[in-house]
C-alpha cells in the first residue's frame, strides 16, 4: 500500500486560500520579479534551497523587517557549524517585535492575558511599548547593561512578554523558566549564565489551587550572585512579594521608569538575544544561544508564511515559559497580531476551557500539543458541536506525533474546518524542520511538508539519503536559527559534539523520520530512543500510535531492555481510569500493534504503572526509563522531570516483574 493510499487527504485549501494566504502572496509576489513559475509548493520550496541566499533574502524583504544598517550580503560563510547570517548588519529583535505599536495599529491589543490567580489584562500596542521602554529604563538605573543576561521565572503572561522586549531593546539577553521549576532545576539553568538581574513571581496559580513560592525563590536570589537587581510580580494577589532588600515590586519599577522609550539598540546580527535549555534529564541543561537576525527571519517565515498570521489575527498558544513555543509564540507580535496568553491548568476547571478561550476572544490561530489533542479525543469532547469556532483557521500540534486517529477527533468533533498544522522542530532552533503550509492539502497522520529554506532529508546509517522508508532527520544547508554557539562552551566542542558528530558538516537533529513520497513527513520519535529487536531499527512512536488508541489505556511509555545480544520491547502501561491491565487487554494491545505495526513491534513485556514520567516540558522521558531498566549507573537530573517519583513508581513495578539487573 502507498503513502497516499495510507493517508487520506482530510483537509484541502479553498482557491481563496491559495490566492490570498501570505504564503501565496509570497509566490505570486516572487514570481512577479521574475522568479519561478513555482508549479505548487513543492517548486517553490526546491527554490529555497537552491537558492538559500535569495530566499532569505526574500523573506526579509517581503515580511518588511527592520534594520539600521543593511547586511553586506545574506551569507558571509556557509559553514556548518558557524555559518554566519547578515554580516554587517545592524538591527534590533524588541523593534522588529514592536514595530506595528505606532500609527493605526497602535491601539490594536497586542496582549490579551488569562491566568487563574488575576482577572484576564488586555493591553494595546502602544501600551506595550509604553512598558518595555519603562521597563528597560528602570534596568539601565540599576546597572543592567548590555550583554547582561535577565533572567525570569515567569509565568505564560503580559509581564514575560514586556521583561522579554525590555531585555532585547537594550541589548541584554533574555531567559526564562517556569515558577513550577524546583530551585534546583532553575538554578542548574540560571546557575550557568550568571543574570544580572531577575524578574520572578511571588507564586502561581494551577489547577484550582495556589503556589506560593516567596520563600523558595528567596532561596533562588540567594543562590545566584551576580543578581545586581530583582523584581517581583505579583502573581498571587494580595500575597507578599518576594522577600529582600534587592526586590522592586514590578508597578513601582514601571512606574520608576515610566515615560522613557525603548532604545532599540542597534546590535550585530549574531548578537544573542535569547538563551534557552535542554531538557537536562541526563545532567545540567545545555545552554542554547540564539541569535538576533537569524532567529528573527526564521521566525518571520514560520509564522507568517508558513502560519499566515498577520495583523488582523487572534493567536493562542499554550504553553509555559520553560518551552521554545513561548519563544515562538512572542514572535507572532511582530505580525501584528493579538497574541492571547494562558497561564495555568489547560484541564482546569475542565478540559473545555481553553476551547472555550478560543471561541470568547475569536482566536484564529490555536496551538497545543498532541498530547492536549488526544486527551479531547480520549474524553470525547466536541467543542466544533458546543462552541462557535467560526473565526478558527488554523490549529498548530507539537511537542510528540500526533496519532492519526487526532486528525480524525479534529476534523469530525474539534474544528473540522481548520488547517491541523502538526509542525516539528526543536528548542535547538527554536523553530520547525518540518510543519504546515496554507498551499497543500492535510493528509490524515502526516505532517505536510517541509519548510521553505530547510534543506531537511532522511539519512541512513551511511551518511546517505534514504530513497523509501526511515531514517535520521539532517539538515543539509546552514539555517538562520541554528544556535549561535552554546553558552561557556570553548571552541564550540559541546554545540559540535551536539549536531555535528553523527554526520560532519550536516545537522543531525535526532529525530528518526520518513518522508513520503508526497512530501509529506512522518516522526517516529527520538533516534537516541529508537529500538532495535532482531537487528531491525523501530521508531517508539509507531508503538505509541496503537497502543494510545485503545481507549482501556490513559498513558504509556516503551523502551529497549538490553539482553542476550539482542533487545526486547517492553511496554509499560498506564490503565485508564477505572481499569486494570488484565491478560484480556495485554492480548488486545498485542494484537493491536501487531496488525497496526508489525509482529516485530510486538512487546515482550507489558507492565502496569501508576504515571509516566515526563519533563517539564510535556515530552516523554524515554531515556531515563531505558538506562533504569539496563543498569546504567549514569544519574538522572530528577529535578528536570515534571514528576520525578513516576521514575521511582516505575522502578518498583519493574523489580517486581524481575526486569530490572541484578545487582
Known sequence: MS???????????????????????????????????????HALHQWSIDNLETFWQKVWDYCGLVCDTPADRVLGKRDMPGAEWFPGMKLNFAANLLRLAEGEHADHEAVVAYCETRPVLRRTY????????????????????????????????????????????MGAIWSSASPDFGVGAILDRFGQIEPAALIVVNGYGYGGKVFKRQDDFAGLIDGLPTLRCVVSIEQLPGEPAIPGDRVTHWSDALAEGQGQAPSFTPLPPDHPVYILYSSGTTGKPKCIVHGNAGLLVNHAKELMLHGDVGPDDRFLYFTTCGWMMW??????????????????????????????????????????????????????????????????????????????????????D?????????????????????????LLPVRRGEIQCRFLGVDAVAYGDDGEPVTHGRGELVCRQPLPSMPVCFWDDPGDERYKDAYFSTFPGVW?????????????????????????????????????????????????????????????????????????LTDDLRKTLKTRIRQGASPRHVPRHIIEVPDIPYTRSGKKVELAVARLINGSSK???????ANP????????????????PKG
Not at 391 to 404: C, H, M
Open 508 to 580: 543531525a537533529h535526532g529525530d528518526f523520520i520518513e518522508f513520503t513520497e508526497h512530501g509529506g513527513a512522518i516522526i517516529y520519535g527520538r533516534s537516541d530512543a529508537t529500538l532495535n529487536p532482531g537487528g531491525v531499527r523501530i521508531g517508539t512512536a509507531e508503538i505509541y500510535r496503537q497502543v494510545e488508541t485503545v481507549a482501556e489505556v490513559k498513558d504509556s511509555l516503551v523502551v529497549g531492555r538490553q539482553i542476550d545480544g539482542d533487545v526486547e520491547v517492553v511496554l509499560l502501561v498506564v490503565p485508564a481510569d477505572g481499569q486494570a
Open 126 to 169: 502602544a501600551q506595550l511599548k509604553a512598558d518595555t521602554g519603562a521597563l528597560e529604563a528602570f534596568l539601565r538605573n540599576k546597572g543592567i547593561k548590555q550583554g547582561d543576561r535577565i533572567a525570569g521565572v515567569v509565568t505564560n503572561g503580559y509581564e514575560a512578554l514586556v521583561g522579554m522586549l525590555a531585555a532585547t531593546s
Open 645 to 660: 517519583e513516576a521514575l521511582d513508581r516505575i522502578g518498583e513495578c519493574l523489580d517486581e516483574a524481575g526486569l530490572l
Open 3 to 41: 503513502n497516499t493510499e495510507q493517508s487520506p487527504v482530510v483537509w484541502s485549501p479553498s482557491e481563496d486560500t491559495l490566492k490570498n494566504c501570505q504564503m501565496g502572496k509570497f509566490r505570486g509576489w516572487l514570481e512577479q520579479q521574475g522568479f519561478g513559475p513555482f508549479a505548487d509548493y
Open 327 to 412: 519563544n515562538w509564540q512572542a514572535s507572532a507580535l511582530l505580525t501584528g497580531a493579538a497574541v492571547i496568553t494562558v497561564d495555568g491548568s489547560p484541564g482546569y476547571p475542565d478540559l473545555n476551557y481553553l476551547w472555550q478561550v478560543v471561541a470568547d476572544e475569536k482566536v484564529t490561530h490555536y496551538g497545543t500539543s498532541a498530547r492536549f489533542i488526544a486527551g479531547c479525543r480520549k474524553a470525547e469532547l466536541a467543542p466544533a458541536k458546543n462552541l462557535d469556532l467560526s473565526a478558527l483557521r488554523v490549529v498548530f500540534s507539537t511537542g510528540s506525533p500526533l496519532l492519526p486517529e487526532d486528525y480524525d477527533w479534529v476534523y469530525s
Open 414 to 438: 474539534g474544528a473540522p474546518n481548520v488547517l491541523l498544522g502538526s509542525i516539528a522542530g526543536g528548542t535547538d532552533i527554536c523553530g520547525c524542520f518540518v510543519g504546515s503550509t496554507p
Open 635 to 641: 544519574a538522572d537530573n530528577r529535578d528536570a522531570l
